[in-house]
């Protein structure tokens, strides 16, 4: 039994069955029985029921229950979608799709929303106008993320429409730009078959697909079905995400400055709203260069400093210092110095709200070390901004650079809300050597460009087509189609690399340089380029999968990095000794013993090292085995790339000690395709030791 054709069979126990009636428990079906009453032999009783158009997690359904004698129970749609929570239809995904379903022969007035006047399909809030705005998409909800697809045809000879997708709430056009010719008509290009979109808008919104340009207004419509649009809501089903990371905004500083904000008014690329009670606790990373000046640095939520209070201790040249401080401080700069800061804050009310950061604070050849633990008493103000404040004026320089995360236990949309794709086309002659461009639309927020795709309809024999993505202008990304790559290629990047700003025009350029094929026939060529704004749920995944010593070792490699790409990594492991005299452990990026410059504080000892030694540790009488977290920045594009490791061990079955280490790798020259953990002792490492690495997604 099903409550309505779209919903999928629950996962009800297979012995579970659905009641035989609803109502009397008289079968006879003779007199004296209830006539309303639903009967397991009778067609229709379930179809002539009131439909719910909407069903939603609290309804309920009639099961017999296998587990107790098969009495009659309800079980909620809830219980049996796992689960989930919110209307069923958006856990479902919504869809609609629409047909013109006779000509249109009205003249045309451009741009002409295409008047569909037929649904075909529909579930959840998406729908389409047929009385009003008619051919209107509406029930589009933010924060969704929705493939649009529309073709239209014509049915007047020698014609041709060229459309695209609108989004009435923005007031501009959305994917690429479709073109439809009649078979007839001489054209020098080819058709680009559909207008298609991934779409996640951040406010509720109507698209419609427009019409914007035709060889002749009196030309018509196709109906006969073939003109249609197709709108479904994808990634819609939930998932939690406990303890993750969720990217929020980024602010790089292009100007001396005292504070820089986050927040809706702030100065992020994004301008993500902040909500301190819905975010629960935000996690920030922050470099900043040589200011020239000797400062600290502190979080002023809501630009807030007063009831602020905190304590810190750090390793320097002379061994622990500690110190106090009334606001929320993270970091410390000195003439000379450049910092890198990691900063966790527990950001929902009701409660004190607590700061923990570590500081790492080096010239190159000394470093300091800063732990730092700050609270904040007032207990009641939302947060909804959060800013970084230099301790004196322009102490944050040009290149300080700050990425928010939050960091939440709710529910977290599981779809691509921040990625998204435009798609362009071109005819390309064999010998052809013009220059060609398409526009595939302004951005709406800033962002970054991160892949591309392109693919010739007939393979190249000889010469080339160089695919150029620019953002206004500047070329961001390139993929060359020629003899190696003949008929596809694709190029990646990080995000943050190709970066583009708010209502900059986004286009695709076609180079041919004496390009050929087998049958000297004009080709189509088709460009995918991939885009990301905010929204990104960025739990750090695996790059190198757990690596588990079966016998003891010297050495455990890490390969298959690539820190161009990933530009931060995330290692964390436990290791097992196979010694009791003193030794030292070595981290080694690419197996590289020098341009290192690393201070370790380990059980009361400080420890410094240009050969990449993390932790040393003195004989012990027992077994030692210790456990690690470390970050490490990988990408290249700064002078020194970062390390901060943490971690704890035991010795002597009952003895404890914390370490810290921080340094640089002084190199910015080598990708960082491998690291390497070196044990001091021949085989000193035991057999079930274990280290991963996983990507830190920005």
């Not at 196709?222 to 406990?242: K, L, P, R, S, Y």
């Not at 691509?416 to 595939?440: I, Q």
């Not at 160089?466 to 003899?483: H, P, R």
Request: glycine letters at 10%; one cysteine or more.
């Amino acid at each position: 039994m099903k409550l309505r054709s779209q919903i999928v069979p629950p996962p009800i126990a297979a012995t579970d069955v659905v009641s035989k009636e609803y109502g009397d428990t008289n079968y006879s079906g003779g007199a004296g029985t209830d006539t309303t009453a639903i009967h397991d032999d009778t067609a229709g009783e379930i179809n002539a029921v009131a439909l719910k158009a909407a069903p939603v997690a609290a309804d309920v359904i009639l099961i017999e229950d296998s587990a107790d004698s098969f009495n009659k129970k309800k079980a909620t749609l809830t219980d049996l979608l796992g689960g989930s929570s919110g209307p069923i239809a958006a856990a479902q995904g919504d869809y609609v799709t629409a047909l013109l379903g006779t000509d249109y022969t009205t003249a045309l007035v451009l741009p002409q929303r295409v008047p569909f006047d037929t649904i075909g399909s529909q579930r959840g809030d998406l729908s389409v106008d047929l009385v009003t705005n008619i051919g209107r998409v509406t029930g589009l909800k933010a924060g969704r993320t929705y493939h649009l697809y529309g073709s239209v045809v014509t049915s007047t000879t020698a014609s041709y429409f060229q459309y695209r997708w609108y989004d009435l709430t923005e007031g501009e056009y959305v994917g690429n730009d479709a073109l439809s010719i009649s078979n007839n008509r001489t054209s020098t290009v080819s058709d680009t078959p559909g207008a298609t979109h991934l779409f996640t808008p951040v406010t509720d919104t109507e698209v419609e697909l427009r019409i914007h340009t035709t060889s002749d207004v009196n030309y018509d419509i196709n109906g006969d079905n073939f003109t249609q649009i197709i709108v479904h809501e994808i990634g819609a089903v939930q998932a939690d995400v406990v303890g993750g990371l969720e990217f929020m905004d980024i602010i790089e500083v292009t100007s001396v400055v005292q504070d820089v904000d986050f927040g809706a008014s702030g100065d992020g690329a994004f301008l993500r709203a902040l909500d301190g009670d819905v975010d629960e606790s935000y996690f920030i990373e922050a470099y900043i260069p040589d200011a020239g000046l000797a400062t600290s640095y502190s979080l002023q939520p809501n630009g807030i400093s007063a009831n602020q209070r905190g304590a810190f201790v750090y390793a320097g040249t002379t061994g622990p210092i500690d110190g106090v401080s009334t606001t929320l401080q993270f970091g410390s700069n000195a003439v000379g110095r450049e910092s890198h800061s990691t900063v966790e804050f527990q950001a929902k009310s009701g409660k004190n709200r607590a700061l923990q950061a570590n500081c790492v604070d080096s010239d190159g050849s000394t470093i300091y070390n800063f732990e730092f633990a700050a609270l904040w008493s007032d207990t009641s103000t939302v947060i909804n901004s959060l800013r970084i404040h230099g301790g004196v004026a322009s102490s944050i320089p040009i290149g300080s650079r700050f990425v928010l995360w939050r960091r939440t236990t709710a529910n977290l949309r599981a779809d691509s809300a921040a990625v998204y794709e435009r798609m362009a086309a071109e005819t390309v002659d064999p010998g052809a050597l013009a220059t060609t461009e398409r526009t595939v639309g302004h951005s709406i927020y800033g962002g970054s460009i991160v892949g591309i795709s392109a693919r010739v309809e007939n393979a190249v024999t000889a010469g080339s087509i160089t695919i150029n993505v620019k953002a206004d202008g500047v070329t961001k990304l390139t993929a060359v189609l020629d003899t190696t790559n003949s008929t596809s290629k694709v190029e990646r990047l990080a995000i943050g690399l190709a970066k583009f700003a708010a209502d900059e025009n986004i286009s695709v350029e076609f180079v041919p340089t004496a390009y050929d094929n087998a049958g000297s026939l004009a080709s189509a060529v088709t460009v995918q380029v991939h885009l990301t704004n905010s929204g990104l749920i960025t739990q750090n995944d695996r790059v190198v999968a757990r690596t588990v010593l079966g016998a003891n070792a010297t050495t455990i490699s890490l390969v298959g990095l690539n820190g161009d790409l990933d530009a931060e990594y995330e290692v964390v492991g436990r290791l097992k000794m196979n010694t009791l005299a003193a030794f030292n452990i070595s981290w080694l990026p690419n197996g590289l013993t020098a341009d290192m410059s690393i201070k370790s504080y380990a059980d009361a000892a400080v420890n410094n090292s240009a050969v990449g030694v993390f932790l040393n540790v003195g004989a012990v009488t027992n077994a030692l085995e210790f456990e690690f977290r470390a970050r490490f920045f990988a990408g290249r594009g700064v002078t020194k790339r970062g390390l901060e490791c943490t971690g704890n061990a035991v010795y002597n079955l009952s003895t404890l000690f914390t370490f810290q280490a921080a340094g640089y790798l002084i190199n910015d020259t080598d990708n960082i395709t491998s690291l390497d953990f070196v044990s001091s002792v021949a085989s000193g490492f035991l057999a079930g030791s274990w280290v991963e690495v996983r990507r830190v997604k920005a």
